[in-house]
Every structure is written in structure tokens, then in C-alpha cells.
């Protein structure tokens, strides 16, 4: 999905593209940073009372959508 008020393009990015690599790197660096970001007991308490999965999901994708939108430029 392209946004073309923002790229002027209704082409899909090429994934062959390096910089749109989403490697094992870069993921592991958006974890590291989404993990950082919760308060001191915050993931302890999140696991006691919820999935754990899903607020590590939902802050991953909130805190990293900056730099999955710059690396993908197509969001």
C-alpha cells in the first residue's frame, strides 16, 4: 500500500532494496528499545496479569513505527 500524498508514487516499494531489509538486526534493535522503554515492574506486572505477548507486541509496534515507516516509506 503506497501513499501518495506523501511519495507522489503509487509504486510498492522494492523489497530487493537493501534499506528496506527488515533483517534480524534491525528487529532485534526494535525489541532492545521496546524493552527498555517500560517502567521498573511494568512487564512484571503485565505478565502476572495479562498475555504477555500482547503488550510487548503493541509496544514494539507503537515505538518502532517511526522507523519501520523511514525504512519502508510506504506506510
Request: glycine share 4%; aromatic share 8%.
Amino acid at each position: 500500500m503506497t501513499d501518495m500524498t506523501t511519495s507522489g508514487s503509487t509504486e510498492a516499494p522494492d523489497f530487493r532494496e537493501p534499506e528496506t531489509h527488515l533483517t534480524a538486526d534491525f528487529l532485534d534493535s526494535c525489541l532492545q528499545s521496546a524493552g527498555r522503554s517500560f517502567r521498573e515492574g511494568e512487564l512484571a506486572y503485565l505478565a502476572m496479569t495479562s498475555q504477555i505477548e500482547n503488550p510487548i507486541r503493541d509496544r514494539v509496534a507503537y515505538d518502532d513505527a517511526p522507523a519501520l515507516q523511514e525504512r519502508l516509506d510506504w506506510m
